[in-house]
């Protein structure tokens, strides 16, 4: 995405710290305090990780943060994979599809309007930036009930699109965009390119996606997230379980242990969360280079 | 976080259907408490399961999967497409949006005795003496049976029940030197004994359960809830609700329950490792031992509920569903047929085969059933007390009309009383105001 920027915005360099060696000082309090953030950041990750080698006997008789017993994790990765005739790989399927198209479809639309509210001056523009922000406000569950009412009207209620269109729009994410256009592509740039005879579609992605890329990456990893995460929306929109994203899935494995007669797994709970993120801790790590200058972007006056 | 996000739901998906149960009941208040007379007959039922078609169930009870598979056998032209998302509140928040918005509504729906007469009053399931299910008089055990009427109409058919019982650790019962308690009396100094003699083993866990609560009060005598239509009165000050708060207010002043919510996965731990040492519960418990707790397999044993005066024989229904058709169904008649045979039919014995406990007096007496020997329980047979205890449950019991929200609110009123921040007695009041209101803003006349 980043391959073809012919013009680098001049700004961006100044803002980069000054090349002189700065002799670190040391804090211990602030060592304390991150050593403190990532034992408890990390502690869940490792009582999953060690929850996922155990028994469904082992896991509930044992201490949650060391081994125990026989190591059964292939064996749980392998039950969690067939258990239900392999359900959960469709799930993990429809997940990766509703991120895809969801979170995708959500990161190209804030971008366009985000690009498009900074850059274009056009009447309206801070009524619909006022009602952008004010949805920033709107907790989702709130409005859960009547998006239900109203695709039940479409009769688009249990099936993709009931997961996917809600999912497309994200006013944060808007904002974000907005944000990032507004400081990371010139109005000189732009003039110089329209003065130069392009499109208004060239200059966007010739020239104004490539400077957007390290926020556009961020909003993305963002997206993905809160797609990958949710549960609520599908939860009253989907009725089929074979539509299920893996978050919902889980979750009625989780409640068959609170039904009569259902069968208690939560060791295929664990399994099946402890491989549900694992997509993520990848796109993070992947991306990781990308959402760093991102998050920078916008913190400096240039 | 989760919980309140429900909790939101909930609230939001119960008002809808009491909404619905306002303007219904106003309409048509005359023919409120008589039943429809019979005008679809067994042979009309049974023309349309030959005839086919197509019906959905919303249903999480697990044994129902073999049924369908059966009777799709029997009746080849019928697609029974059965939906399992969901249980408990989960369904009855999709049951209500779905109703709300007039599609999706499947024809079966699964639905506990305590929030059938939720539905029933919202007019969202049918009334059943449509196809004669008058006529199943006595098939069914007087409690399960008793839960599914409204006055004289009838919301659904039973599918299993629960009449409490005692589930005891015995071998933690014979480590300490315990008998297993007869009466509520005995159960507290048992509680007392057991806990002195292992400060780490309780004799039972509650962090407050609305269900159990409930249950409990109408095992002493307690009718809190009073329904005439929309005529609702709440009174927690009755004596049977007071016989059961001074007995738990007791064994929770001196710390003798634990602390562990219900069905958690520490409550699972603590029935495996001898920290959770009875369960008054109802008798559809088994199965969920044997697959949730195998860690102490062979050790749990049942005994009849303790009772209030020695001598006596008195259950109450914990838990238990119903199956009912949607009165948003097209295909009413060939739902009606594929109900009455899981409940009744050849799915009735399917289930208590694959270990539901019966709803049927067929099956509940059945030699097969009583003389079968759990191996989970030690070899016992188990069934005997069981079904002893579904011929005891207490009369005149009822769920409020918007119980779901309710119960739902539970711990938000009562909860404080288990952590020593209030009394029962204190907590029950304040629920019975809650509820009070709520009924009141939902068009009930709540006294």
Redo the contacts between chains.
């Keep these: 995405m980043v391959s073809a920027p012919t013009i680098r915005p001049q700004a961006r360099r100044k803002a980069q710290p000054p090349a002189t060696p700065r002799k670190r000082t040391k804090s211990w309090s602030l060592t304390a305090i991150t050593t403190v953030m990532l034992i408890y950041t990390l502690l869940p990750l490792a009582w999953l990780f060690i929850s996922a080698t155990k028994t469904q006997d082992n896991l509930l008789g044992s201490f949650g943060l060391w081994f125990h017993g026989d190591f059964a994790l292939f064996d749980n990765i392998g039950r969690t994979f067939t258990y239900q005739n392999g359900i959960y790989l469709r799930w993990l399927g429809n997940t990766v599809f509703y991120v895809v198209i969801g979170a995708g479809g959500a990161t190209l639309l804030s971008t366009l309007a985000g690009y498009g509210l900074a850059k274009f001056a056009f009447p309206g523009r801070r009524a619909v930036f006022a009602l952008i922000l004010g949805a920033v406000a709107v907790p989702p569950t709130a409005l859960a009930i009547p998006t239900f009412l109203l695709f039940a009207k479409a009769g688009i209620t249990d099936t993709v699109w009931a997961v996917i269109i809600p999912s497309l729009m994200v006013p944060f994410s808007l904002y974000l965009m907005w944000t990032f256009s507004r400081d990371a592509v010139p109005d000189e740039i732009l003039e110089s390119a329209r003065v130069d005879g392009a499109g208004e579609f060239r200059i966007f992605f010739k020239l104004a996606v490539p400077l957007l890329s390290p926020g556009l990456v961020t909003a993305l990893l963002f997206n993905v997230v809160v797609t990958w995460n949710n549960l609520f929306l599908p939860l009253i929109m989907l009725k089929d379980r074979n539509l299920f994203p893996i978050t919902l899935g889980i979750y009625t494995w989780n409640q068959q242990a609170q039904t009569v007669g259902g069968d208690v797994v939560f060791n295929l709970v664990i399994t099946g969360s402890l491989l549900a993120i694992v997509p993520l801790i990848a796109a993070f790590l992947l991306l990781q280079r990308y959402w760093q200058s991102g998050l920078a972007v916008g913190s400096v006056k240039q | 976080m989760e919980l309140s996000?429900r909790r939101?739901?909930l609230g939001?998906?119960s008002s809808?259907a009491l909404l619905a149960a306002g303007c219904g009941s106003s309409d048509d208040s005359g023919d409120d408490t008589k039943a429809a007379s019979t005008t679809v007959s067994d042979a009309d039922v049974e023309a349309a399961l030959q005839a086919g078609g197509s019906i959905t169930v919303?249903a999480?009870?697990?044994?129902l999967t073999k049924v369908v598979a059966d009777f799709q056998t029997k009746y080849p032209k019928v697609k029974v497409n059965l939906?399992?998302?969901?249980?408990?509140n989960?369904q009855y928040?999709?049951l209500a949006?779905?109703i709300?918005?007039?599609?999706?509504v499947p024809d079966l729906a699964q639905i506990e005795y305590f929030a059938l007469p939720q539905f029933a009053l919202g007019k969202s399931v049918a009334d059943l003496n449509t196809f004669g299910a008058k006529s199943l008089d006595g098939t069914f055990t007087p409690g399960p049976w008793s839960s599914v009427h409204s006055g004289d109409k009838i919301y659904g058919l039973p599918m299993?029940s629960?009449p409490m019982a005692l589930f005891y650790n015995k071998e933690v019962f014979d480590k300490y030197g315990i008998q297993v308690p007869t009466t509520w009396e005995e159960y507290a100094a048992a509680a007392e004994k057991l806990h002195t003699a292992n400060p780490k083993s309780w004799i039972t866990s509650d962090s407050g359960d609305a269900g159990f609560t409930t249950s409990m009060i109408w095992q002493a005598g307690g009718r809190p809830y009073k329904v005439d239509g929309t005529d609702v009165t709440i009174n927690f000050d009755d004596d049977g609700t007071k016989k059961w708060t001074g007995l738990w207010q007791g064994m929770i002043d001196k710390k003798l329950l634990a602390p562990i919510p219900g069905?958690s996965?520490a409550w699972?731990?603590g029935l495996?490792?001898g920290t959770i040492a009875t369960l008054v519960i109802?008798a559809?418990m088994p199965?969920?031992l044997e697959?949730?707790v195998?860690?102490a397999s062979g050790k749990w044993r049942v005994a009849p509920m303790p009772q209030w005066a020695s001598g006596e024989k008195v259950t109450s229904e914990n838990?238990g569903?119903s199956l009912a058709v949607t009165e948003a169904s097209q295909s009413k008649t060939l739902a009606y047929g594929f109900m009455k045979y899981a409940t009744v039919g050849d799915g009735a014995q399917s289930r208590t085969d694959?270990?539901?406990f019966p709803a049927t007096t067929a099956q509940l007496n059945a030699e097969a059933f009583k003389s079968k020997e759990f191996p989970y329980l030690g070899g016992q047979k188990a069934n005997e007390v069981l079904a002893e205890a579904a011929n005891q449950v207490a009369t005149g019991w009822s769920y409020l009309p918007f119980q779901v929200y309710a119960n739902s609110v539970y711990n938000d009123s009562v909860g404080k009383a288990y952590t020593g921040g209030s009394t029962l007695q204190d907590g029950l009041k304040a629920w019975q105001d809650t509820s009070t209101k709520y009924g009141q803003e939902q068009g009930f006349t709540v006294k």
Excluded: F, H, M, V
């Design positions: 996000r939101l739901l939001a998906a809808l919303w999480w009870e697990p044994t939906i399992k998302n969901g249980s408990g989960d928040t999709a949006n779905a709300k918005a007039g599609t999706g299993d629960g069905w996965d699972y731990k495996g490792d109802g559809w199965p969920n697959s949730g195998k860690a838990g569903s694959q270990g539901a």
